[in-house]
């Protein structure tokens, strides 16, 4: 498997490297907005010599180098006084509302809040410089129609369905709060707070904030690490990127510290984990290609559709259930991983072999006939899984062909989404390894005889 990771980096190096030389930038900085933002944050003590606002062909806006720089080099130190916290809401002309409101608003509702209000109150904000630059609409899944929803993985369309319910629930639920804050704004609160505003506030927050602990505050209820960071969040994503950040005490400042460097007039990048596509498109709206961390999710309904004609089927998901190993189960361009080729051991062992189960489930192997059995199924559940791609990808161009722009940004973060899991998905490369490292040479004639033909 290293060595199949080491080509498959080499690959990806070439790709990037490649197309690094023919993505173009635009500088930004000139434009009324930018201007605007970088006197706001130098009035706050923030200056930047290295990087610059650009607009980038392939990732679109982003913050490119002025100079070269070196590993270890610090590239973004942003004082506190910049950053929007909780802190920043609860001094504010909302603070009072907040304050003796029960019950307890969470740290990301009063950011919300405060977001939709200054929003409101225009060039009157303080913080309209930034505001101003922030994206009027999202491409994360709580933006999604129902007919862009339905064409995600049924994994994924899953957690985007219970993040949009959890929005118009935040919504719903705090009508009483948003009325009391009629006295601050010029507008009926109906009008101003409405569901489509926190969408955009909280996609605003969740997509955009850096992790910084707070004290805990008796004004709010729940964990509070929010801290949404002007300037600094222009930073894109490259899941290859090293970088330190954090707040640093001693200096007051978020700062960020890049590990590799940067060439000059490249785009700056950071990362934001170790995230598959599906949590990438989940938290923030984008997909990446070659990312590494690229998995599929096998849910539960399709281990069920694939094995719907074994009788004591019931009784294996239930027993994988209660052991917590239905989560997870995932395919990967290396191949199914440990947690799905384990589940599929066992559910290829009989009822009547049932005090084997939990064994199974510790690593213990089966037999030749049954590991034949479990990789015919892994080669199954790719094969239906790659079925269902090609026909939401169809789905995709025909709707492209008559959307509007709106939709067809979503339709294209799914159809990047479908086209980098896809990769994932195609058995014959990583069954020659699976072959190699597991079975016997009496088995691997067996299986290659089984896997040019239909699964049973």
């Not at 130190?77 to 029960?102: F, N």
Request: glycine content about 4%; hydrophobic content about 35%.
């Amino acid at each position: 498997m290293r060595g199949h990771s080491h080509r498959a980096g080499r690959t990806a190096r070439k790709r990037r490297q490649k197309h690094e030389s023919s993505a173009r930038s635009v500088s930004l900085c000139h434009q009324p907005q930018y201007v605007k933002l970088m006197k706001f944050l130098h009035h706050r003590g923030f200056s930047s010599t290295l990087l610059q606002p650009a607009l980038f062909t392939d990732t679109g806006r982003g913050l490119q180098t002025l100079r070269t720089i070196k590993p270890g080099q610090l590239i973004i130190s942003l004082p506190e006084s910049c950053l929007l916290t909780t802190s920043t809401v609860l001094d504010s002309y909302l603070g009072r509302y907040i304050k003796s409101w029960k019950p307890r608003l969470s740290p990301l509702l009063a950011l919300c809040i405060f977001l939709v209000c200054e929003r409101h109150r225009g060039e009157a904000s303080d913080w309209f410089p930034y505001i101003d630059v922030l994206p009027t609409v999202y491409t994360c899944p709580a933006y999604f129609s129902d007919d862009v929803m339905a064409l995600l993985p049924a994994s994924v369309r899953r957690r985007a369905l219970e993040q949009r319910e959890a929005v118009k629930e935040m919504h719903s639920s705090n009508q009483e709060f948003f009325r009391s804050l009629q006295p601050v704004l010029s507008q009926p609160t109906a009008d101003v707070l409405t569901y489509e505003a926190l969408r955009w506030a909280w996609c605003s927050v969740n997509t955009r904030t850096v992790f910084m602990s707070h004290p805990s505050s008796s004004f709010l209820s729940g964990p509070d690490n929010y801290a949404l960071a002007p300037f600094l969040d222009l930073l894109n994503h490259r899941p290859d990127v090293q970088v330190k950040a954090g707040f640093n005490d001693v200096t007051s400042c978020y700062e960020i510290r890049s590990v590799s460097g940067t060439l000059r007039y490249q785009q700056a990048f950071i990362n934001y984990g170790s995230h598959d596509n599906q949590r990438l498109l989940l938290e923030y709206g984008f997909v990446t290609t070659a990312n590494p961390h690229s998995v599929v999710y096998v849910d539960t309904d399709l281990l069920c559709d694939v094995l719907r004609g074994d009788r004591s089927l019931t009784q294996k998901i239930k027993f994988l259930r209660e052991n917590n190993f239905l989560h997870n189960l995932t395919v990967s361009s290396d191949g199914p991983s440990w947690r799905l080729m384990t589940a599929l051991r066992l559910l290829s062992l009989p009822q009547t072999l049932y005090r084997q189960w939990k064994a199974v489930l510790l690593g213990q192997l089966v037999c030749e006939e049954r590991e034949q059995w479990s990789v015919r199924m892994a080669k199954s559940l790719c094969q239906q899984l790659l079925q269902d791609t090609c026909s939401a990808l169809d789905k995709v161009s025909h709707l492209l062909q008559q959307c509007e722009q709106p939709i067809r940004e979503q339709l294209n973060v799914v159809k990047s989404l479908r086209q980098e899991e896809s990769c994932c998905k195609k058995p014959s490369d990583w069954l020659k390894h699976f072959l190699c490292c597991v079975l016997t040479e009496k088995s691997k004639r067996m299986i290659c005889y089984c896997l040019s033909s239909p699964p049973a």
